[in-house]
Each structure stands twice: as C-alpha cells, then as structure tokens.
C-alpha cells in the first residue's frame, strides 16, 4: 500500500462524513463515497504532494455528487431523505437520547438547502477555513460566510434554539 492509499484511508471516516451530509442517505453516501475513491485512485498523478489531500478529495467528492445529481434528473429519479431516522439500539438512557438528538441534527440537516448543507458539512463538521471552504466550492468568501449563518440559523431553528 503506498503512502497515498494510506491517507486516503485515513481519511475515509471524514469523507464518508461529507458524502452523508450531500446524500442524506448512508447507502449512497457510501456509493459516493466508493466512486470518488476510484475517481481519486485513477487520478493520483493530478494530485500536488504538499496539497491537501482533504481538500482535494471533498472536491472529488461533491463534483461526483453533481454528476449523480445530473443523472438522477435525466432518469427522473429523486433523492431520498429518511424520513423517521430513529432506529435506535437498546442502550442505556444517555446513549439513546444522544442517538434522538443526532436524528434530531440529521433531520435539520436534512431540511436546509443544499448549498447551506455543505457548507455547514465542510466548516462546521470538518473544520474547514472559511478559505478553503470558499476555495474549494469556487464561491466568494462573502458567499461561504452568508451560506453559513443562515444555515446556522436554520439549524438553531429547527431545533428549537434561540441565539
């Protein structure tokens, strides 16, 4: 395994992360997930050592999202959003009201815009600079800022949260 596969795999846990929030549905967050990796494995030449890997392959990652998205269009499909999200497992009082809370977060996820979606996904969930994020979606800074706080607003509300 080279040192580029191993990263990769070091990052599959954050990248199934983000496929999830575009998809919305674990199953083709990992079909997502498995074809951005290919994509990747077959372009590793393009990528620039000293680069961010993560970065890169985010990218990957939402411009397959848009061809999906493209070809679901095209064959009349739409996208599913799991509507109960609560099967929970029997567990003790603490982890079960976490896993409501999480479903909870998913379902207003879920809710918001597609573009506040990803955005909230690459700086709130990942981390992500404002810069990279803005860098890697290709929007103005004051784009990715307004994206966010009105995502955040979004999710405070549908929560039940006042700033």
Known sequence: MTGFERDLLDLLPRLRRFARSLTLDVADADDLCQIALERALKAEDQWA??????????????????DELRS?????????????????????DRQMEARVELNNVDRAMAALPPEQREVIALVLVEGLAYREAAELLD?????????????????????????
């Open 49 to 66: 050592e000293g680069t961010r890997l993560d970065s890169w392959m985010y990218r990957i990652i939402r411009n397959c999202w848009i």
């Open 72 to 92: 679901r269009r095209r064959r009349g499909e739409t996208v599913p959003v799991d509507a109960d999200g609560l099967d929970l497992p029997d567990a003790g």
């Open 139 to 163: 929007l103005p800074m004051g784009t990715i800022t307004s994206r966010l706080v009105r995502g955040r607003q979004a999710l405070m509300d549908h929560l039940g949260e006042r700033a």
